[in-house]
């Protein structure tokens, strides 16, 4: 869904906002932001799933 696997993400997130991989690390911020847009909006019970 992001373009990573869980661990790149993972690994993204723990040494925010310092990263080693400049291109991953834009790549997993642009797509969050653009899953988020697509999410099913108003529909706020799913969001905990």
């Given at each position: 869904?992001?373009?990573?696997?869980r661990a790149e993400v993972a690994a993204?997130?723990?040494?925010?906002p310092a990263c080693d991989d400049l291109?991953?690390?834009?790549?997993?911020?642009n797509n969050t932001l653009n899953?988020?847009?697509g999410y099913p909006h108003k529909k706020w019970a799913l969001?905990?799933?």
């Open positions: 869904m992001f373009g990573l696997d993204i997130l723990a040494s925010w291109a991953k690390q834009k790549y997993a911020l899953n988020l847009l969001w905990p799933q």
